[in-house]
């Protein structure tokens, strides 16, 4: 399998185009607030664009061949390329004092992680905090899920960049073609989106913040307007808004389009939507039950615990204040939740409830093997038997999953973590968790970290949102031959 260079770089060109207009539309939120990081937004989108067309201009009589290889390699670096660009408002503004923090603060957002450098975020103008928001909105349903739906000339190869960047372990075509699949779920997206917005401003969010949070709750990205995060608005209405929107949001796609479409066929054999519901249920009773004995309001301490089951089991990561009343072994709990993750196909990340359920069957079957050696027992999940190489594959990605976490986090306490820090700082980029780390009661900065802890912990958020092997892939010395 040849790489096809100048094809890769055709596609880059194309999607550094995409991306320009995203951050023109930004310097148009500074033209309307009248604020001076216009010109930042300008001249960042101009280089952006021009960098495209040459890219785009000096590749045209490439051949449009894309095969698994030239895919990974494609997706990997479409993320790190658009996380390069994307950072040139906060380095050339001065938002952010270096390189380091800007890349860190800008793949954070595309991979939906929500980490941040800023030490005030309610210091940055205007249209820098619409950026933040929007590199989650667009990181949250893919930039190759984008540009299938937007490009149809993006079509050639569209299988394995589409493979590539999904989350899940089997990818499900919705429409005949690729591209009526990625129009539908932009379109959903977008629809959800526009609803929570208008939600949000009913329940008193100003325009402006209804907006941000909207396109942060619906890829799970937690990124906030706010110091305090969401706790600044203290208002019972727009936290069960977001807790909606931020459950919505950790249900895969396809199953919302059934739903949508009213084909509740398709999904009532779908045992991760059923466990996804469970799970919630369970994480927000335990840890509500111990709050009965406390003096704190119930329905004030129903309504924390609730919030932050659905914010942690999503990966969103948005936090309220009085999540410090919750008992210390809700450590515990946290760490359990964001490995498990929400939904495949969904914006959240972590490992995905049906990775977890195929594991704890499989050890069931496995057991059971043991006491009828001659029984045949295939592994089913949504009623339907799952092929062994599918099973080995889960396996292999589960067991990687955790020793990627744990070198992650070895390799930060080298760096002078604590080790509370390390493991939350290595569990959280690795599950695109957001601000939730270490003493889980307030949102993580990472402006004190070294400079090579930014960077391995953007490493993490990378190969987190790609789920692993796309991005391991090409480290692999086999990987590059012919």
Known sequence: MMLNRKFIIHILGILLIVESVFLFLSALVSYYYNESDIKTFILSGSVTFFVGL?????????????????GYIIVSLVWVVFSIFGCLPYYLGGYLQSFTDAFFETISGFTTTGITTVNDIESLPHGILFWRSLTQWIGGM??????????????????QLFSAEVTGITFEKIKPKLSDTAITLWTI??????????????????????????????????????????????????EYTIIAFMFISGINFSVLYYVLTFKFSKIRKNEELFFYFIITALFAIILFAPLLYSPVKATSSFRSVLFHTVSIITTTGFVMTDFVLLPTFTVNIVFLLLFIGSMTGSTGGGMKIIRV????????????????????????????????????????????????????????????????TALGASLTSLSNAGPILGKVSAPLNCTEFPVAAKWLMSLLMLIGRLEIFTVLALFMPNFWKK
């Open 54 to 70: 040459l890219f785009f201009l000096s590749t045209l009589k490439s051949k449009r061949v894309v095969n698994r290889r030239n």
């Open 142 to 159: 893919g930039i190759i899920v984008l540009s299938l739906a937007i490009l149809p000339f993006f079509n050639v190869g569209g299988l």
């Open 189 to 238: 997206y977008l629809s959800l989106t526009v609803l929570e917005i208008v939600m949000l401003k009913v329940a008193g969010m100003s325009t402006f913040d209804a907006v941000c949070h909207s396109f942060t709750t619906m890829s799970t990205g937690g990124f906030s307007t706010k110091n305090s995060n969401i706790a600044y608005f203290n208002s019972p209405q727009i």
């Open 357 to 420: 359920t195929a594991v704890i069957k499989n050890i069931y079957y496995e057991t059971r093997r043991i006491i009828h050696p001659r029984a045949v027992i295939p592994l089913r999940l949504n009623g339907r038997s799952v092929p062994s190489n599918l099973v080995g594959n889960i396996l292999v990605f589960v067991v990687v999953y955790i020793l990627i976490f744990i070198v992650g986090a070895i390799a930060l306490t080298f760096l002078g973590f604590n080790f509370e």
